[in-house]
């Protein structure tokens, strides 16, 4: 079975650009969140998609967002980007909503200069 | 609010036993998950904890105390791939059902 998949990998950006990220669960899997890391930070959540609708979301602003679509498969978006936001985004799938296991991706690499 | 704290890094010896402790604070609790993240990829799942008591899995052992809201990773036989950062997640017990991630404790190995 096919690991959870991210592109791109690595990305740079400049400050007030936007950036689209996008990720495909492990066949099968419904629910879909998104982290930010960052160095002693640890994992970040941004937000949680299952069956297309956003079930719950961090403590992030506004400039962060994104969807889910029929077949699972999400993307997020952050607008004018700041220096603040360069980080690791990871996202994770699992069965369903609830305490399961959550698979992993890479991860992208997102540099603000 | 919700915390959860761990040792921000440790150091052992190849062939030693190491403890990471995680202690949580969090309205409602669903259970504890331990992660582990090598630099550069993404956390794997180790363990997953909801009743007291110890879960034995190969070296890697983890206890849970839900009075006491403490939880540890316990290693044994220490290898060098075991360098590595142990995340401990605490599961709310909400709709939502939120995670509440700790920062990670980096193990260092030393030979």
């Known amino acids: 079975k096919a690991g959870v998949t991210q592109t791109p990998r690595y990305l740079i950006k400049t400050r007030g650009q936007q950036v689209t990220l996008s990720c495909s669960p492990i066949s099968g899997h419904r629910s879909v969140s998104w982290y930010q890391q960052t160095p002693g930070q640890g994992l970040q959540f941004l937000f949680e998609?299952?069956?297309?609708?956003?079930?719950n979301k961090g403590n992030f602003p506004g400039r962060f967002s994104g969807r889910q679509f029929s077949n699972s498969r999400s993307e997020m978006n952050v607008s004018t980007l700041e220096l603040g936001d360069s980080a690791l985004y990871l996202c994770?799938?699992?069965?369903?909503?609830?305490?399961?296991?959550?698979?992993f991706g890479p991860g992208t690499r997102l540099t603000v200069t | 609010g919700q915390n959860i704290d761990q040792p921000t890094e440790m150091t052992a010896t190849e062939g030693a036993i190491v403890q990471i402790n995680c202690t949580y604070q969090t309205s409602g609790f669903n259970g504890l998950f331990w992660y582990q993240q090598h630099a550069g990829e993404a956390p794997t799942f180790l363990s997953y904890n909801v009743l007291d008591g110890l879960e034995e899995k190969g070296r890697f052992s983890s206890f849970l105390s839900r009075s006491k809201g403490y939880s540890y990773l316990l290693l044994k036989e220490l290898q060098m791939k075991d360098s590595a950062s142990y995340l401990c997640a605490v599961a709310l017990l909400d709709s939502n059902y939120q995670l509440i991630w700790g920062a990670g404790t980096k193990l260092i190995i030393k030979p």
């Open positions: 998609y299952f069956s297309e609708t956003q079930r």
């Open positions: 994770a799938s699992s069965f369903d909503r609830g305490p399961y296991e959550q698979y």
